[in-house]
């Protein structure tokens, strides 16, 4: 198994439960209208965040602010601080614990590289049921995925032997990840329709991730005897 050998996950829809988390959120504001102004703000936020790099807490108030104009919703009271201020209650999804926890023990570091603020990260970090060893967020490098800095960041700070990007986004990571040349295992919690050949392997969750990065690390190690193989004859 190679010395260096990394795991990185998205963190929001992969390991902390997104969706329940700015849905209730919502709901405090805008009481019965979450499940109409979900889908809104999920388009808003990657329209906001593809404009200029600024703060996640903006963000996340200012996406909030257009969904609930398109709707004709009138938010409550102290709307642009509702969802900052839940983030670090937004659960973790229960297959976390025993996905990481048998990654670590077969020998994988774990990454999570983040379309977040430091500061809010450090809220979920202390939830998350398994120590990361390293993270990576949009504040770090002054740009959201899915921009290719954070994939950059890592690269030049751990020098990863072998990595694999695991994520629910296929917009934010496995894509970006794709065309970087990195395995990427999508978490299809959604069940999205997929891009073929994109993909190194496609989960409904983190169930069978650990024997799935050992398939993928398998496989990667045969090409690469393969390819030593080719170059001696």
């Not at 996950?9 to 390991?15: A, E, M």
């Not at 969802?83 to 990481?100: G, I, N, Q, R, T």
Request: hydrophobic share 40%; proline share 7%.
């Amino acid at each position: 198994m190679p010395e260096s050998l990394w795991a990185t996950f998205d963190c929001y829809g992969t390991l902390v439960d997104w969706r329940a988390g700015i849905a209730g959120a919502i709901e405090r504001v805008a009481p019965g209208r979450s499940g109409e102004l979900l889908p809104l703000y999920y388009r808003h936020e990657a329209s906001v965040q593809a404009q200029r790099f600024r703060p996640y807490r903006e963000v996340l108030s200012e996406s909030l602010r257009r969904a609930a104009t398109e709707a004709g919703v009138r938010l409550g009271a102290g709307a642009e601080r509702s969802l900052p201020e839940s983030l670090p209650d937004w659960p973790v999804f229960p297959d976390v614990e025993p996905a990481l926890s048998a990654l670590r023990e077969r020998g994988w570091r774990l990454a999570v590289l983040s379309n977040i603020d430091s500061d809010l990260f450090a809220a979920s970090r202390r939830r998350l049921p398994v120590a990361v060893d390293a993270i990576v967020t949009a504040q770090d490098v002054g740009a959201y995925k899915p921009a290719r800095a954070h994939f950059l960041r890592f690269r030049e700070l751990y020098c990863p032997a072998s990595q694999v990007h695991v994520a629910q986004s296929f917009f934010h990571d496995i894509g970006p990840a794709h065309r970087l040349g990195i395995p990427a295992v999508w978490i299809n919690r959604l069940d999205e329709r997929e891009e073929a050949g994109v993909a190194a392997a496609t989960l409904p969750d983190l169930k069978a991730l650990p024997a799935t990065l050992e398939r993928l690390l398998e496989e990667e190690e045969a090409q690469a005897r393969a390819r030593d193989h080719e170059r001696d004859r």
